[in-house]
């Protein structure tokens, strides 16, 4: 008989995925990042507990372009500065992806909020654009011009949190206690260029990051860096304080917030 490729895999054929997974070279991108003061009222409102804000209200904006041989990836965030157990990190809102395979391996391990979208990084000389964008919108675009070399920061490890959660069946809660993910990623540069530019924000129902306005931009840079991840659970978080938080993760909230009437099934 043929083989079933929907069969379950041998021992052997999982060890050598994991093996080939843990092997890989690095990966280089190139972005741009834009850091900005916004108003610390918001900053606090869109963090769930035990997350706390940090002493300046900070939003971070990255969007890349990913070198994955013969799978080409836009990627970006937008995430707000956050502290948690007397570290600091960010935490991400929103998550653009323009693959699926991207999308689903940090949705499903590691709780990030990621979601199908458009990201883009254009370079004509000195002039740089980049863009997020979902449903038609462009919710976030940086553009500038480059303003020079800066000196190559040392490699150094940067800390995101994330919620791990499963919506229950019956759309009431969760199946099971959420999780909050440290997830650590090392950073290695190889350029870093300052942009003189500025930062646009745009109206979005699906991501609407200009409820975090720019008060005053701290960084704009481009750069070509890799980087490495590894996450971990550091604690079970209250159900009914992450709740009210979960629409950040949907574009339809009711989705997960009704559930389907007794004896049916929902289809999404």
């Given at each position: 008989?043929?083989?079933?490729?929907?069969?379950?895999?041998?021992?052997?054929?999982?060890?050598?995925?994991?093996?080939?997974?843990?092997?890989?070279?690095?990966?280089?991108?190139?972005?741009?990042?834009?850091?900005w003061?916004?108003?610390?009222?918001?900053?606090?409102?869109?963090?769930?507990?035990?997350?706390k804000?940090?002493e300046r209200?900070?939003?971070?904006?990255?969007?890349?372009?990913?070198?994955?041989?013969?799978?080409?990836?836009?990627?970006?965030?937008v995430?707000?500065?956050?502290?948690?157990?007397?570290?600091?990190?960010?935490?991400?809102?929103?998550?653009?992806?323009?693959?699926?395979r991207?999308?689903?391996?940090?949705?499903?391990?590691?709780?990030?909020?990621?979601?199908?979208g458009?990201?883009?990084?254009?370079?004509?000389?000195?002039?740089?654009?980049?863009?997020?964008?979902?449903?038609?919108?462009?919710?976030?675009?940086?553009?500038?011009?480059?303003d020079?070399?800066?000196?190559?920061?040392?490699?150094?490890?940067?800390?995101?949190?994330?919620?791990k959660?499963?919506?229950?069946?019956?759309?009431?809660?969760f199946?099971?206690?959420?999780?909050l993910?440290?997830?650590?990623?090392?950073?290695k540069?190889r350029?870093?260029?300052?942009?003189?530019?500025?930062?646009?924000?745009?109206?979005?129902?699906?991501?609407?990051?200009?409820?975090?306005?720019v008060?005053?931009?701290?960084?704009?840079t481009?750069?070509?860096?890799?980087?490495?991840?590894?996450?971990?659970?550091?604690e079970?978080v209250?159900?009914?304080?992450?709740?009210?938080?979960?629409?950040?993760?949907?574009?339809?909230?009711?989705?997960i917030?009704?559930g389907?009437?007794?004896?049916?099934?929902?289809w999404?």
């Amino acid at each position: 008989m043929a083989r079933v490729r929907y069969g379950a895999r041998t021992e052997a054929e999982i060890a050598a995925a994991r093996a080939s997974s843990s092997k890989l070279p690095d990966i280089w991108s190139t972005g741009v990042v834009a850091v900005w003061e916004s108003d610390p009222d918001a900053v606090a409102a869109v963090l769930p507990p035990p997350l706390k804000p940090t002493e300046r209200p900070l939003v971070r904006a990255a969007i890349s372009k990913v070198d994955l041989p013969g799978y080409p990836l836009g990627a970006g965030s937008v995430a707000v500065a956050a502290l948690h157990d007397g570290r600091e990190g960010w935490y991400p809102l929103v998550m653009p992806m323009t693959h699926e395979r991207a999308l689903i391996g940090g949705r499903e391990v590691f709780g990030e909020p990621k979601k199908l979208g458009e990201v883009g990084v254009e370079r004509d000389g000195l002039v740089v654009r980049a863009v997020l964008a979902r449903h038609g919108i462009a919710f976030v675009e940086v553009r500038g011009a480059v303003d020079g070399p800066l000196p190559l920061p040392e490699p150094a490890e940067k800390l995101d949190f994330y919620f791990k959660f499963l919506p229950a069946v019956d759309g009431q809660g969760f199946d099971a206690d959420p999780v909050l993910v440290h997830c650590t990623r090392n950073e290695k540069f190889r350029r870093l260029e300052k942009i003189t530019g500025d930062v646009v924000l745009r109206e979005s129902m699906y991501d609407p990051v200009a409820d975090l306005p720019v008060r005053r931009v701290v960084e704009l840079t481009i750069g070509e860096k890799t980087t490495d991840q590894k996450g971990r659970v550091t604690e079970r978080v209250s159900a009914q304080a992450l709740l009210p938080y979960i629409h950040q993760r949907y574009d339809d909230p009711q989705q997960i917030l009704d559930g389907p009437p007794e004896g049916s099934v929902r289809w999404s």
